[in-house]
Every structure is written in C-alpha cells, then in structure tokens.
C-alpha cells in the first residue's frame, strides 16, 4: 500500500441545532487503497465526508492531503485539489444528457453554442478510458440508477479527481449493478486513484476494500485491515453498545390485541416495492420493536400505521377496527398517538408556541374548546402542567418551539402525545439526535405508559433502545421480516446485526409467530 | 430568558419604524430634488392629514376599507395561500350591496344590513374559487385569482349595464340608493359612517377567531406548517377553503360598507385597488389582525397626506406608490438589519447559557 | 356567430393578433427565462410599466425612438436586477419583493411623469416617437397572408425572433446549460461550482429585459403615448401564458399567441351581438381554463407514472 494521501485530525462538528455529528475525529487513508467507512445510520459517516468535500465546515479540526494543511471552504476547492463525491442523493439534472451533466460548470463551447460534439465526444474517451459504459446523447431522466451512480463517479473523474468519495453507492443498485461497480472500482485502483467507500453493507466491504474504518457515534472506533476482521466482529464494533442507559422495567402481562398489520404490500412514491406481505400484531402493555438498517420498510409501515398513506394491499386494524378509509383525524381519534421520525417537518410548527404545539392533539376536544371560543384558562393550565411535567426547558409556553434545543423540542412532542395516556402509540425514531438527559427521560417515560396498558411500536435506529426498551421484536430486511423475537431481551447485538444486514433469514414458520 | 423575547418584539419594532422611517427618507428625497416649494410639500404631506378635523376624518373614511381588506389578506395569508382575489371580492361585494340598495325595498335599518351581508357572501364565494381551482387541479392560486379579479370586474360591469344602470345619469353608474339603504354618518363635519365600528367589531371579531378559536388555530396551523396539520389530524383542504372563505367575506363586506357608507351610486370605473392595499396593510400587520389599524391608519394618512400635498403642491400623490413599495421589501426582508437580530440571539443565548451553568 | 366567423376571416383581424399578441410574448419569455433558473418573476408587470414610461420620456428628450427604446430595456432590466437584490441578498419574499415593485411602478411612474412633464395620467405634453412599422410595402403585394404579418412594428418582428433566440440561448449555450441546471436542481449546479445566485441574478435581469421590450412596444408602438397603468395586466397574463407554454419558448409562443387571439377577438367587442363584456373577459377565462388545463395535465401525468410504476412493480412481485 502507498503512503498516507490525506488526513483529517480532530474533527469536530457540532450543527446549529446542537447535535454533535462528529468528536474530535482522526481518520487517514493511504495512496490508492480502497477504504471503508463503516458505522450506523448516524454515526457521523455523511457529516465526515462533507466536510472533507467542503460541504460543511467543521468547527475544529485539519484536514491535511499528502502533509500539507488544505482547507476547502467549498465544493470547488475540494474539486481543484483533485477530491470527489459521489453523493447518496445523485447531483444530476434529469433533463440533461450525460454529457451535458459530465461538463457542467466547465462546458466546451464553440463561439457562442456549446458545444455538444465535443463535450459528447469528452464523455465518451473517458467513460472508454475507465470502461464505463454510457451513451453520452441519453437523457438522465432516461436512464437506469446504475448508470446515473456510473455518470456521477465520471463526472468526478472528469473534473480530475484523483480521491473519490463514495457515500453508499450501492444502496440504490441491483446486485449485478453492483457486481459491475465492484469491477470499476477496483479498475480505478489498479489506475492509482484512492476510493473512499461508505456503506453497511460487510460483505461488500469484505469483497471490495482494502482497510476500513468504524464509527459509532460521533467518533471513529477503530482502523483495521479487512482481511483480519470479519464480518462478525465488524458488526459487533459497529452496533456494540457504548452508554448503556438500563431502564427498569417491570414484567407487564400483555392484554388483548390493539395493532393488527395484515399482509400488507406497498409500492412506495418511487416504484420501489418497500413491504411484502408484512404480518403481524401488538397487544395491550407491550412494546413491539422494529430493528433494521434504515430503508428496508420501516418508514411505511409506520406512515400506513398512522394513516399518512393509504393502504395499498392487505389491511391494517387498530382494535379491530381496520382503518381504510380513515382519516388521520379518525386513527387519532381511535386513541392512537405518533411521535413522527421528523420532528422539525411533522412533529411540530417551529414558528408556534409551545402552547400552539402542545394542543394540536386535542385542540378540538370538549376538554379544550367551547362550541366556539376555546378554553383559554384550561389550555393554559395544560401547557402549563407539560412543561412541569415533561421537564421542557423553556421560560414559558408562550416560547416558539424554534427557540428551544433538539431534546427540548421532541419533548415537546412527546409530552402531546403521551399525556392522552393513548391506547395505541408509534414511536419513530423517539430519541434520534437528542442529548443524554433527554432520551433517558424519553425512555422512562415510554416504559411508563407501557405499564399503563398502552400498546408501543417502536422504531429506532438505535439498537442500543430497541434491545433495551422492546419486550419483543421483528426484524425488517428488504420490506420483509427477516427475522422475529418473542423475547427482546434474549438477543445478542451480534445476531441482531446478521439479520439486520441481510446474512441470516429466519424461515417462513419462524416469521409467522410475530402473529399471535 | 423572558428577557430576550422582549428584546427580539423590541427589535422587530424597532425594524419595521427603520423600514417606515428609511421609506419616508427616501420620500423626503424625491420631493426636495423635484419640488419648487420643498418646504410646503413636506409640511402638507406630514402635518395636512391633522391641518383640518376634516382632514383627519378623510383619514378616518380611507381607514374603513382598508381595515377589512386588511384584515381579509391577512387571514387568507395565515393559511399560506397568496389570494389576492380581495380586490375582486371587494369589487363584487360593492354590487351586490347596490344591487340590494337599489332593488329592494327595505326598512331603514334592515337594508343597509341586508345589503353588506349580501356583499360578504358574494365575497366569500368568489374568494373560494382559486383555492379550489388550487385543491383540486394544483393551478396557481396567485395567477389564477390576479385573472379572476379581472373576470369578476368585467361581469360587475356587465351586471351594471344590464340591470343597475341609470340611464338618466350622465356616467355609466347604477340609480341612486334610497336613504333607506345608506349607512349613517357618525362624525358631524366627516363623511366618517358607522362603517367604522364595524370594521373595528370586525378587527376584534377576527383577531378573537384567529387566536381564541379552534377554526383560527387550525388557520395558523395550516399555515405555519402543513405537514404538522395533516399529521395533527386536520382536514387541511377545509381549513384552507374555510380561510379564503372568511377571507373573502370580509372583503366583500368591505366593498358593500364602502359603497353604503361613501357613495350615492355605484360609479367604479375599474377596480378600485384596495385589495392590493389590503396586501401592504397585512405585511405591516404581519398578518395580526390586532395590528391592521395600525397598517391601515399608517397607510391612509400616508394618501390624505399625500392628497393634500398635491392639491396644494406640485408634487403628485403617486409617491406614495414608491414609499409603499420601500416599506413592504424593507418590512418583509429577512436580512434587512439581520445582523443586529442574529447578535441580539446569540447574546442571549449565551447569557442563558452561562446562566445554566451558574445554576448548576 | 356569424359575426365572429365573418371577424376571424379578416387579415384585419390576424394583423391584430400578432399586434397584441406581442407585448405579451416578451413578458412570457421573460417569464419562462426566469422560471427555467428557478427563480418566479411576478414583477414583469411593474418591469413594463417602467419600461414604457422610459421609453417615452426618453425618445422625446432625445428626439429619438432608439434612445427611448435602450432606455425601457435598461430600466426593465434594473427592475429585474431590484427583484434579485431584495429577493436574493435581502430575502425578501421574491413574491411579496415583485408585488411591492409592481405598487412602486404603478404609482412611481406617474409621480415621475408628473415631474417630468407636468402632465396628469397620460403624456400629452411629451412628444414622444415611436419605433418604425417594417415591410409596410410588402403588405399589399402578398397576397392573403401579406397584410397579415407585414407592415408590423419592428418590435413585433423582434419578440417573434426573440422566441428563437431564447431557445438558442437555454438550448444551446453554455449558459442556458447552467440557467436550467439550477432551476432544475440548484444542489448539482452547487456541487460542480456554479454559483447558483450569481445564475439567478442573470435570469432575472434578462427577464426583466425582455419584459421591458414588452413595455417598450406598448408605448411606442401598440400606442403613442404613455398612461397610468396602460400595461393592464399584460405581465400577469403572461405569467399565465408561461405557465401554459411549458418549458420550450415555441410552446410559451403559442400559448401567447393563444391569449393574442382571445383579446384581439375582445377588441371587436362592438360587432360582435355578445355584450362587450364578456367579450373582455374571454383572455382572462381563456387563462384560468388553461391554467387549470395545464396543471391538472401536469398532475395526472405525475400520477400516472407512478401508478404506471407501481403496476410494474406488483406485477414483478407475482412473478417471483
């Protein structure tokens, strides 16, 4: 292997909204070697490569390429000193072809006209160059995922990249796709070029990279050399749990049955087909987890649950009730309750009170509301009473939302939609990006309306809280259950990791028991 | 803490007078670089409005429709929906009321009721379709209500022509409205008529629907965020029709009041363009019904005053035009004296934070 | 009927088409610039109020129809350029920002020509020029289609070239390239280095440019003078032409053409036996019909797809 190319030491990044993506990292990586970046969805990975690519800008922190101390204050800078990414989310303008796209921003031009034959021409010496495959003169919009993924690693080579980030590649790909992609990478290799490559996926780690690096919340865990690792103990590193924040929770026998998901299929916006023939149910007093690495069906079972989308094929029962056809007004009124994964875009509105916020659960109810005027004194009282209750830190509920701090925020939510002491809870993602203090608060508080007899789902990211919290626990892969535990305590991180990643499946029978 | 919420309020006042004071400067300019007589123009323009009680009463009479176009933009605006069809809505509900005027025959105190509430119902129905046209088809709402106003002018004209129109007046102008029909003066030496506790009941009325009721708080949630209100449980698409309806209801009984309390006949020639000062009053208000008088008094001394100083003058009333224009960009701009705003944030953050810190 | 079959069979009436539909072409391709970087121009209408009254106040200064006309499209550009500052350094609105520069024309143009000429409303103490008409000869010695498209202003043949150069100019440079990039997906313009204000400052003061030709030839051509508010809404009917014509300039052509045709048929008001009315309306109805039509098109093709989408998707499911 070659010498160190580039180093980045002591990042930290701390966003506006104060959750500290990255803690004094250091991460380096050696002349044409493929190099993994391994770690849970919000690890920090994305937020490391950014600011590497000039994207975000770390408050402290170097970033050194071959010894000497760079800065990139933009995209551009990152370009000019021969640094690529290739987004998650591809940077193309679907009605350009791909030529125009690959000469973006240094287009060939001839007088006045650009200059299609040249920039097509461009194109295709280089994608022959790399043996990338792409017919220059198609239109983005046109052509498949794989070759969107082989336009953007050109353009980054076409504008000289000789260090080239790659955030999960083959996330959108076919397996032949990506079989394909693992030729060509390993092709610019054997050209010198330096691959940084992010994923979760261990096998693919396994087949294509050189060395890699994990990262567990917020800070790189270790580098090791592939071939000394495997795909277990990269598991056990990347979900092993750091804080263990114990919850006390008291057996609660389960009562009857509130949730029933019944085979339910769903084609997404995209076209993707996200659930087959999902089944199961969740009784009185229990807590049903979801585990799964994010994108393999978790959003939409939770937005059928909820009614944010319509149910496709199969049915979904809420007391025996099936809610097609139901508004969202009708499944909250059933006595369900939804703490929404994006709490800045569904959970609250910033610009609003913590009062304004509180109430919109049940701002319509006769506890709240005359025929015509409101309730004043009672909703005060109820703002009031949260604020003390759920510990949400803020001079009055008169404060807009957006003053608050990210824990401060979801506790906001989480105190409109616990306080109904509802029937039947979502929670999504309850303590993503919040501080200690608050997901340990958040936790208890959850176990506590479990003991009142409420039905949770939860789904988290975080292994670490669907483990500790969940009495039992499915296991979504591809849109499937890939895996079902009537004991959530019972499992180990490591057997968890080889279902969530796709390495082991349980067998039709097994599955069939998240049905009771 | 509480301190730093009072110390932002204070600021945005503060930013809104820098936005009005920096528009009259401006003003103050043009009038010295193209007026002969400087000295009197400024002087008519600030201080004629309080010259004369009549004066003030002008004042007063202008502040009428542009409290309930006002308050109109501002609840349309409230759900996030750029309605300009307050000009037609007023436009069609000032017919409507001199359809009623001149039509019917009703008892003094009735008729003029019956005639506004018409108005606003005519209104509310006509404001309603771009938001539909929007709910069900996705078609602008901006575009197609601008095209609606002009649709709504040429049908009021037609009406006019076919059915109102008094072939002895000169003018194409409806017959005149019977005593019966007219609304009553208030201030002796004024043209001011009881179209002004109305529109002052109305600025309570909506400033309690807004915020002390659950239709208003729906309006606000609709508005502030979308995604929050559907996922809240409400019917997003009725509470969107629901606020242009009001909204339009309250314009078209702006038009009807207007013509009840201000004229003999109806004589509009084109739209009379207080829908779009109904815009600039809602800006100034920063859609706070309680603050529309505040918009609406700042706006209508600003056209007496202007008024005045170009019937006394040689320079036009349309400066004010410009001075609106200034005042709305520098009021709405985020960035206009940002920097101060975003200083202020940070010191009290960091107040607050050492604060904690010194508790702990 | 028959009156209105009998109107549209004169060369009188196609000749008018074109005649109105003019000023509304420019302001549409001023329109369609703007939109295509991402960036809504509803300021078009004050951009050609301003335009005309420049146009006016200059050629009678300098005794010449050409100063006028490079003073209204300078003026119609600075307008575009006000809309990007207030919208792009201030963060204005950009609706609220064009809402108040229109208010700013409306009134500010008639304070100016107070100023200027002592005139109230409408400049009748300016002696203003207008642009030359071009081909006047050939009209009578081409048969049917001659008094048709010759004999018109030259402005008229400008906006109808001007529909070429547009496309040239988003089609086929570099950057129109760029223009479209950031309108489309201002994150890839960002990411390769495009500074995506910089593009949307270009877009608007062109926009306001062809806007202020528009204004131009109402002043110096459609008429011969200036008058408070003689645009009358013609910026905001091209917004709507805009929105019809899709993305392709030949598209915002004939949908300009379209809304010509509406209000040249309203200028026949009198022989037609509908009231003069409804004969008024026909442009502004024709406008929300077809911007219903369009967007609902618009909707159903994006649903479509995705059903189209889904089906396939299901279909491969019962496959396996």
């Known amino acids: ?516 | 803490m509480i301190k730093k919420l009072d110390r932002l309020r204070r600021f945005e006042m503060i930013r809104t007078l820098a936005a009005v004071g920096l528009a009259l400067g401006i003003a103050f300019l043009l009038i010295l670089f193209t007026s002969e007589q400087p000295i009197d123009a400024l002087r008519a323009f600030i201080l004629g409005p309080i010259s004369k009680f009549r004066y003030f009463g002008n004042v007063l009479e202008l502040m009428i429709p542009l409290l309930f176009t006002g308050l109109a933009v501002s609840v349309m605006f409230s759900a996030n929906q750029f309605n300009l069809i307050s000009e037609g809505a007023f436009f069609v509900g000032a017919l409507g009321s001199s359809w009623i005027a001149t039509n019917f025959l009703l008892p003094a105190g009735i008729h003029p009721v019956v005639g506004i509430l018409v108005a606003g119902l005519i209104g509310a129905v006509v404001a309603m379709i771009p938001a539909i046209l929007k709910l069900k088809w996705n078609a602008d709402v901006l575009v197609s209500s601008l095209m609606l106003n002009y649709i709504l002018m040429f049908l009021g004209f037609y009406f006019l022509n076919y059915h109102l129109r008094d072939p002895q007046a000169g003018d194409m102008a409806s017959f005149k409205f019977p005593d019966s029909a007219r609304l009553m003066k208030i201030l002796p030496g004024t043209r001011v008529h009881i179209g002004l506790i109305v529109a002052i009941l109305a600025v309570i009325l909506i400033y309690l629907f807004m915020f002390k009721t659950r239709w208003g708080y729906e309006i606000r949630m609709v508005g502030k965020n979308e995604s929050f209100a559907k996922y809240s449980g409400m019917n997003v698409f009725r509470v969107i029709i629901v606020s242009q309806m009001v909204g339009g209801f309250l314009a078209g009984l702006g038009g009807g009041i207007e013509m009840l309390g201000m004229y003999t006949r109806f004589k509009y020639k084109t739209l009379p363009g207080f829908g779009w000062d109904g815009v600039i009053v809602a800006i100034l208000a920063k859609n706070n019904p309680a603050l529309v008088p505040v918009g609406a008094f700042f706006l209508a001394y600003l056209r007496i005053g202007a008024d005045i100083m170009s019937r006394s003058t040689d320079v036009s009333s349309q400066l004010v035009g410009i001075i609106q224009g200034v005042v709305i960009i520098l009021v709405a701009a985020e960035h206009f004296m940002s920097k101060r705003k975003n200083r202020i944030i940070y010191e009290e953050s960091m107040a607050d934070l050492s604060a904690v810190k010194e508790a702990k | 009927m028959s009156s209105i079959i009998d109107i549209i069979g004169t060369s009188e009436f196609w000749y008018s088409v074109i005649r109105v539909t003019t000023p509304i072409l420019f302001a549409a391709l001023g329109a369609l610039i703007s939109d295509s970087a991402g960036v809504i121009n509803i300021a078009l209408e004050g951009s050609m109020l301003w335009s005309a009254f420049a146009g006016v106040v200059f050629s009678a200064w300098f005794d010449s129809a050409w100063i006028g006309l490079l003073a209204a499209i300078i003026i119609g550009g600075l307008v575009g350029l006000m809309l990007a500052y207030f919208a792009l350094n201030l963060k204005t609105d950009i609706i609220l920002s064009a809402i108040a520069l229109n208010l700013m024309a409306a009134g500010g143009t008639i304070f100016l020509l107070f100023v200027v000429s002592g005139d109230r409303g409408i400049s009748s103490s300016l002696d203003s020029r207008v642009l030359p008409k071009l081909f006047t000869g050939l009209a009578d010695n081409v048969p049917i289609i001659g008094p048709v498209i010759f004999g018109h202003n030259v402005l008229t043949y400008v906006a109808f070239v001007l529909v070429f150069v547009t496309w040239f100019f988003m089609f086929k440079t570099p950057m129109g390239l760029r223009l479209r990039a950031v309108g489309e997906n201002f994150h890839a313009a960002d990411s390769v280095g495009i500074s995506v204000k910089k593009i949307q400052y270009q877009a608007l003061v062109l926009s306001g440019i062809m806007a202020g030709l528009g204004g131009a030839f109402m002043s110096m051509g459609y008429v011969s003078w200036f008058s408070q508010n003689m645009t009358a809404g013609r910026g905001f009917i091209a917004l709507a032409a805009k929105a019809m014509g899709g993305v392709s300039p030949i598209g915002t052509m004939i949908a300009s053409l379209f809304f010509g045709f509406a209000s040249a048929l309203a200028n026949y008001e009198a022989e037609i036996s509908v009231p003069a009315e409804f004969v008024k309306m026909i442009p502004y109805i024709f406008t929300i019909v077809g911007l219903v039509v369009y967007a609902s098109k618009k909707q159903s093709d994006v649903k479509r797809a995705r059903q189209k989408q889904a089906e396939a998707a299901t279909s491969s499911k019962g496959g396996e």
Do not use: W
Request: proline share 3%; charged share 30%.
């Open chain 1, 1 to 516: 292997m070659g010498k160190e190319v580039l180093a980045m030491k002591g990042i930290t990044k701390v966003y506006p909204n104060g959750i500290v993506a990255n803690k004094d990292i250091s991460f380096s990586i050696d002349e044409g070697e493929i190099h993994a970046l391994v770690g849970e969805n919000g690890a920090g990975k994305s937020t490391l490569m950014k600011i590497l690519f000039g994207l975000e800008k770390a408050q402290e922190g170097k970033i050194y390429l071959r010894e000497q101390e760079v800065t990139f204050a933009n995209p551009q800078h990152a370009i000019e000193r021969g640094v690529g990414m290739v987004h998650q989310h591809f940077m193309l303008v679907p009605s350009l072809t791909v030529a125009e796209n690959m000469v973006l921003g240094v287009e060939p031009k001839k007088g006045l006209k650009f200059d299609t034959k040249t920039a097509e021409e461009q194109t295709a010496n280089l994608s022959k160059q790399y043996s990338f495959e792409v017919d220059p003169a198609a239109k983005v919009s046109d052509i498949t995922v794989g070759t969107k993924q082989k336009v953007e690693i050109l353009k980054a080579l076409f504008r000289g990249a000789k260090i080239l980030i790659l955030d999960e590649p083959t996330a959108v790909l076919t397996p032949q796709e990506t079989k394909e992609l693992f030729k060509q990478l390993k092709f610019l290799k054997e050209k010198g070029h330096t691959i940084i490559f992010i994923s979760h996926k261990l096998n693919e780690v396994k087949e294509l990279c050189d060395r890699l690096t994990i990262m567990r919340r917020g800070t790189t865990i270790g580098t090791y050399q592939v071939s000394d690792v495997s795909e277990e103990d990269i598991s056990r590193l990347m979900v092993g749990r750091d804080v263990i924040l114990k919850v006390d929770k008291k057996p609660v026998a389960p009562g009857k049955n509130i949730l029933n998901v019944k085979d339910v299929t769903y084609v997404n916006e995209f076209g993707k087909n996200a659930l087959k023939n999902v089944s199961f149910n969740l009784r009185e007093g229990e807590i049903l987890g979801i585990a799964g690495v994010e994108g393999n069906g978790q959003r939409e079972i939770v937005d059928l649950v909820t009614g944010l989308q319509k149910i496709q094929h199969g049915d979904v029962e809420i007391k025996g009730e099936s809610i097609k056809g139901k508004s969202i007004r009708d499944i909250r009124d059933l006595g369900t309750s939804h703490v929404p994964e994006d709490r800045m875009l569904y959970g609250v509105a910033e610009t609003e009170s913590v009062k304004a916020n509180v109430m919109s659960y049940k701002y319509s109810d006769s506890t709240y509301t005359n025929k015509v005027m409101q309730k004043s004194k009672e909703i005060d009282a109820l703002a009031d009473r949260l604020v003390v209750d759920y510990l949400i830190k803020c001079n009055n509920a008169d404060q807009p939302v957006k003053m608050l701090s990210g824990g401060n925020i979801q506790k906001v939510v989480v105190a409109r939609e616990f306080f109904v002491e509802p029937d039947f809870i979502i929670c999504d993602q309850p303590t993503r990006g919040i501080d200690v203090g608050a997901i340990e608060f958040i936790r208890k508080e959850l176990v506590a309306l479990r003991e009142k007899g409420t039905a949770v789902l939860l789904n988290s990211a975080d292994l670490n809280e669907v483990l500790e919290l969940s009495d039992r626990l499915i296991v979504m892969h591809e849109g499937e259950i890939a895996a079902f535990f009537e004991d959530a305590s019972k499992i180990t991180e490591e057997e968890l990791g080889l279902y969530m990643l796709g390495l082991k499946k349980q067998s039709a029978e097994e599955i069939g028991r998240a049905v009771q």
